[in-house]
């Protein structure tokens, strides 16, 4: 099993990114995923989930400090999650990660993508 996330980088206040997590070894569609980041030090904070259409309501929820301005969205075709970030703050600089719940294993996730939001 696997998830990369990708898409990071660096960007000014104000600025957008679209993070791509891409997934192998599981039914994708099964499975609800999960965003999550982690600003220098600081503990993990969730952000959004989205929940598999096949086993689920395949609702998207988000984190109050992100709401309105990040949008999540799935392509079960593509294996793929997205997270489409607008208006960037400086608080949202972290590491960014997708997540899931494997049988027998648990959590789940990938190694992440960093983002940087500065001037």
């Known amino acids: 099993v696997q998830l990369v996330e990708s898409g990071g980088g660096s960007v000014q206040p104000g600025g957008s990114l679209r993070l791509s997590c891409a997934a192998s070894g599981i039914t994708f569609s099964q499975y609800h995923i999960t965003w999550v980041r982690q600003a220098p030090g600081k503990g993990p904070e969730w952000v959004s989930k989205i929940n598999s259409d096949f086993n689920g309501d395949g609702k998207t929820y988000y984190a109050d400090s992100v709401k309105g301005r990040f949008t999540a969205s799935r392509d079960n075709a593509k294996n793929t999650l997205y997270l489409q970030m607008n208006n960037l703050k400086p608080e949202d600089t972290a590491v960014y990660y997708c997540?899931?719940?494997?049988?027998?294993?648990?959590?789940?996730r990938g190694q992440g993508t960093q983002v940087t939001v500065s001037e």
């Open positions: 997540a899931t719940d494997l049988p027998d294993v648990g959590y789940y």
